[in-house]
């Protein structure tokens, strides 16, 4: 953290950050919020976890991000008979070369949109543990390295739990991330009615970043400072979690990772090099919330959901700020 | 509603307040007034102007704000001028009325609304306590009702922020406005409330100030009457002897006693408080008889005549100029006054509550008190001697009839003087004891006496933890007899208990007397200060003269007449801070709690000769730093002089530039060691949090160019650091 990022790179990254926004507002209207939250996970090269109603544009989000980059891109559709392998890819025994062969699967792409995570069993959500961690396959014992930069979008259905499988706490704690999209206001829902909105397919964009840029975003992201204050505050909100008796358990220790890397990713995005105290409260409950399980679960999870926002916040107001 | 009442106008307000302004400092000024041998000019100045202004307020309002600025810097050499004429206290009077007229002429703001109330006051009370007089009282009063409604008024115009004062004078108000506020003012509701208020504040505040130390609500609260009757620990009614010792391990200060005396101090003071006549049971207690006696209802001070033509009880102190002692017992002590010896005159405030045993010279009240009470004896004789007026002693003192009382069954007092104990193995040792001491000679009894101690005292030690022979050895039940037969140590209750029986067994009526023996002297504010630890037991005889004579048989204790003078007292008290706490306390009790209207008096002036001595003390002390340095101006101004002050002004100059150029000044960088993180993150932190309350909406590029400096001193890494005293000075302009 001793160098600090030069003034020329530090301009481009913001001028890449700039151009994306730019892009993705211009098809999804009335979300900057959603947006900008997006974009400082994938500068901070986290997965994402969208979760929402059906037909809140979840899907169309995750497209618009993926047709900004000049990257390659993959959905998977997840359903309940969805197998590892069909993520993953499998070793095939060629005839000629009289040796298995590699397939890879949809996952080696650069990003990977998991739609509809939680309809697919525990067994093939497992599945994505690994890559998420270190981008890395393994498959019969050889290690595959996927796209670089990896993200993963995955979206889900809070309500709907008709064959749905809950996500496991590991595999959660790998979302930097979970984000609501929420009903567009009633301006831009016209707006969206009134306009003429073509399939995803149609959806392409002048002008769009290249992998390099996105890869420097996610290198200067490390180098933005954050001051001794500001991390004893994270230490601290991270500390109340864990010894707080209305949860399960705390955030862990690549969620506190989490917070700093969103934190510097947030400053990075609105154009510092250092982070504020702001930055950190403006992502943590989107970087924690989903961390956090209730020690006596509630029946219904937007309730369970409310509750762990509602303890969440109580914890954030009783620890000051540093001054 | 229909006759809905018609509300002020905030126009009629702001005429309300400016009058009740006007109305404040126009009394505080009159106070000075009271004064004499100080000049009037300011104050008449002051009152000439608030009487203009509260007639024509625009005239004041017209005024440019330049003329007020001048006059306030003038107020500086006025100051000046007074202070080098040598007169402080007109100093700070004139600086005060100078004060007082800008203020009530300019008052807008709330800040400066209460300076003109703190202003007003100030004066009020300095005058007030130079003359203690009774027209202060007056004057407080009514400034109390303005100050009051000025508060009310203001408090209400400031909820309403579109009042415009400053405007609204300056159009000044006409006779129209006037007439209709007071028309509405003086409707009856808002006269009767307004009254009634006042009336219920006045009468509260006096309510807890005079009328609550006064008031007997140990009376009227259960309350008090349950702890008053678990707090049972010192001399009570039915006191035995052996209680006193237990009496000695309370080291809690019981009473307090001011001594105001010519005369001087005994050395010993003997506080007596109660006699024991009857001895049933190896012990003395207050026989039945004396009992009655002290419960008497013809035992008031109001029956005193009877007994003591000579001697005065009132609620007043005398004017006779003699030694007073003012005795003030704590709470729950006792109900029998500690009395240190005959006396010419007690001042007691409740007369009703008192009873007195004549013949035993005891006074009790009615029942414990449950709150500090006090009295005042004068005349005070402590050579320990006190006259018989119970008649019975030539009864006692006729043989035939004596035999005759102590063979009935029942004795009552005063024959419970001569009882002894009911065992006759007892009655022969102290019989043979006595017939020993006497030794064939004919003796008076103080002669008995006088060879009894010392026979007591060579045989016997003072001791606080006896052992006494046991029955076997001894042969004898009654613990007395079998403690004056051995030769073992023991506390004052056995020495008086013996020469008590001895001297009765010789025929000679005698009578055990307790309460407090000495105290420790506070040297602080010069009083006797006895504590429970001193309880003490001794013995008076009957001298066959009339008189009972005290005898203390104790070893260790001083003869009557050594007094030594309060000077001497005070060089030998004890000091340090738990006396000087208690020293406290005592001030307390003279002067708010004791509470008659002399010792009121008494405190004014006081308090008035303190503020007087205080201010001459800082006057000289200016006047020799003022003419200190004009001796030192005036010296001859040689080259090296020049020099030297060029060459200090010239430091003077660099450090002040120095210190511009600093990014933290002196005190940050002092304060930086003891202190946690960088001081310029601190100072950057400090700036940002002050910024918080801000609307930063519509900034200008440059403004927000240094909330990002600032944030990046405070949260930045240490290269990218801006200039940081550049920064802290431009976020002087956020």
Redesign the interface.
Known sequence: ??E?IPTVEFNQSQEVLQRMKALISSRIRGKDDVIDQVLICVAAGGHVLIEDLPGVGKTTLAYCLSKTMDASFKRIQFTSDLLPADVTGVSVYDEREREFVFKPGPIFSNIVLADEINRATPKTQSSLLEVMDHGKVTVDGITHEVGSPFIVLATQNPVDYEGTFQLPESQMDRFLMRLQMGYPNEENELDILSGDQGSYDDLEFEGTVSVRDILDLKRLVRQV?V?K??LEYILRVIQATRTESEFKSGISVRGSLAIKAAAQARALYMG??????DDVLEIITNVCCHRLTLRRPSSDAPEERRMVEGIFNRILASIPL?? | MENKSPKLSLKQYALLKWMLGAGMGLVSVSTVFNLSGYSYIPAIIAFTCISVSLFWPAGFARLPNIVWRVYAIGIIPLMAMDVIARDTVAALLNLNTWLIIYRALNHQKRREELQLVLLCLFLLIMTGILTASLLFGVQMFVFFGLAISFLVVSSITQCSSELDGESDKKDGWNAALVLSTFRILFRSRYLFTGTLIYCFLIGLSSLVFLVVPRVEVENKVTLFELKSNESLSGFSDNIRLGDVTSIKNDASIALRVDVNSSKGVPVDPYWRMLVLDTYQNGSFSVSNGLQDKLRNTMASPFNTVRYWPDKRFSQVPSREDRDRWTVFVEPGASRYLPIVGTFEHLTFSQLDKLFMAADIHSFALSKVSSKMFSFQLEGVDFSGKIEDYGLMSSVLYNSAERRKLLRSEELTYPVTLLQLPADKKARKIFSNTAKSIIGGDSLNALEFARRAVEFLGEKHDYSMDIELPSLEEAGVEDPVARWLNSDLDGHCEFFASSLVLMARSAGFPARVAVGYRGGEWNSYENYFMVRNADAHAWCEIYDGEGNWVRVDPTPGSSSVSDVRSVQQQAALGVTGSKAYLDSLKMLWYRRVVNFDEQAQREAALQLKDFLLAYIETAESWLTNAVEYFYRWIREPWGIGRIIYFTFLAVLLVVAICIQNRLTLNYKELIFATFRR?DPI?RKA??I??RLDAVDKKDWSDAKRKIL?DL??L????K??WPNARMTFKGSKQL
């Open positions: 953290m001793t600090f400072f001051e204050s500001v510092r090099d250092f982070v504020l105290p540093p001054r | 993180g993150r932190g400090r940002l949090s990002l944030q990046t405070r949260y930045g890494a290269e990218r």
